[in-house]
């Protein structure tokens, strides 16, 4: 992450007595260079305070290291601690001579195992607020002047390259993982398990050894992560522990030069069961966040891109109550050209253009990336009317419904009144009131996954790939109908939509269909 806004001083700097929080940004920015490690290891991140070493007098100074973006200089920093617990560091004049300089009143906006990283006094436990920043380094603590100042500086650093910021999700967003023992026989019987201990380079499965697991990459992912990184500086954020995202995280960036110090796992969130944007230290107004899951960005919902889920596994389609083969038990996959990372790239693209946009006379300081996604997304059904039929339970406002919701966040208009000027009616039956006066008036009847489709795909999707199905196949519309609406009565908002289509495209997904309405284009191996 670049930190350090070069050459101007940081804003936080006074005096030269910030040696400490400007090896910080430096850290932080250079730890992409060529001998850094990988996020985790201990080697990579900042430098171990006096507790770690092993030298009897370490109380007495601490030396830190700072890796240069060659990788060969290196630079140190020396605290010396007095009695009195004031700290005396040499400081540069403005003629380049050394002083001596006792340190005035110190705001303690950082530390790290409970020592102040500025002036080096030990904090109590109760007097460490702020937020935990364990991915960067074990037991950094940054308070919230110090963390406004560093987004501050980033900022304005990613707005230079030309760069957003990008969160992304693991699980069902870039990769699917099953544990070994939840293989299912038809999966054995293929190879599967086989095809994962095979040295290919170019493999997409591969066996995580120590955590009997197996782990596909989503098609495309290789080739997504490479332009997405021209365009914004990444994240990984999981809900899954901190081994399990280090080792996907190698799978992905071996080089490690996508996510250096950049791996938040679930022990990094500051509330249970929610991400959030508090522990990144990058600016609300530049982060983008790909994941298949809404409810857990539940205050950051403006940032999102709501991902559909890879269901590569037999477990997965279990876990999420689908009984059909998995596209490994068919022997099948998301195709790579117009699958779901290559339509999302996309939608990345777009929007950096737009963000910016050089014909916008707005300074790049004030935008924000989440008036882009709002203004994007409603260009999807623009100029579409919209009427419903029995898509929602009768007791229910419409304008309630997450499916009303969703179409009107993609630009279309929705009504409860038939008249001329409506495009759309959207049914999962054919013999409505609502959906013979379409057929009448020569007006689009669709299913609502036309809606949901859109919404994954960004781009209004063709008609005819979503009809209405006859009377006399109509039982699974109504089944996939009422899961929606229970879990609309629940208000699980964004994944209630994709709760609400999942069990019909797991379907389409498994079976390879690649017309019709399926979302994530598929094909079979070989073709």
Known sequence: MSLVESPSPSPSSSSGNDDFAA??????????????????????????????????????????????????????????FQDQGTSVRPDKTATGSTKS?????????????GLCYTCGKRQDEEDVSGVAFDYIHKDLRLGTSEIDRLRGTDLKNLLRERKLVL??????????????????????????????????????????????????LRPFVREFLKEASNMFEMYVYTMGDKAYAFEI????????????????????????????????????????ILDDTATVWKKHKENLILMERYHYFASSCRQFGFGVRSL???????????????????????????????????????????????????????????????????????QEQMIWKMAE???????????????????????????LWAVKNNKFLVHPRWIEAANFRWHRQ???????????????????????????????EGNDLAGQKEKDSAKENAVATTTGPCYARVKASGE
Do not use: W
């Open 23 to 80: 090896l910080l940004d430096s850290e932080l920015e250079l730890a992409s260079g060529a001998d850094s490690a990988f996020p985790g290891d201990s080697s990579s991140a900042l430098p171990a305070t006096d507790d770690e070493g092993d030298d009897e007098d370490s109380g007495e100074g601490v030396e830190v290291e700072a890796l240069e973006q060659n990788g060969n200089k290196k630079r140190r920093v020396e605290e010396q």
């Open 249 to 288: 995280a190698k799978l992905l960036d071996p080089s490690n030069v996508y996510f250096p110090l950049k791996v938040i796992s679930n022990s990094d969130c500051t509330q249970r069961h929610q991400k959030g944007l508090d522990v990144i230290l990058g600016a609300g107004s530049v982060a983008v």
């Open 101 to 113: 300089v006792q340190d005035e009143v110190c705001m303690h906006t950082g530390c790290i195992r």
């Open 462 to 492: 063709p008609e005819e790939d979503f009809p209405v199905t006859p009377p006399n196949e109509k039982s699974r519309c109504k089944e996939i109908a009422e899961v929606g609406h229970k879990e609309t009565s629940n208000d699980q």
């Open 167 to 216: 969160i992304l999700d693991l699980d069902h967003t870039l990769i699917n993982t099953t544990k070994l023992q939840d293989i299912s026989c038809a999966e054995n019987n293929l190879g599967v398990q086989t095809a994962a201990s095979i040295d290919d380079p170019n493999r997409s499965i591969f066996t995580l050894d120590t955590m009997r697991m197996l782990t596909k």
């Open 409 to 435: 966040h993609l630009g279309a208009e929705c009504s409860t009144n038939m008249d001329s000027t409506v495009t759309h009616v959207v049914a999962v039956d054919l013999v409505t009131e609502k959906a």
């Open 328 to 398: 490994s038990e068919s022997m099948q996959d998301e195709r790579e050209s117009d699958g779901v990372l290559a339509t999302v790239l996309d939608v990345l693209k777009r929007i950096h253009a737009i963000f910016f946009d050089t014909a916008v006379e707005a300074d790049l300081s004030s935008r924000d990336v989440r008036q882009v996604i709002k203004t994007a997304r409603k260009e999807v059904l623009q100029g579409c009317k919209l009427v419903f039929s029995r898509v929602f339970p009768n007791n229910a406002r419409p």
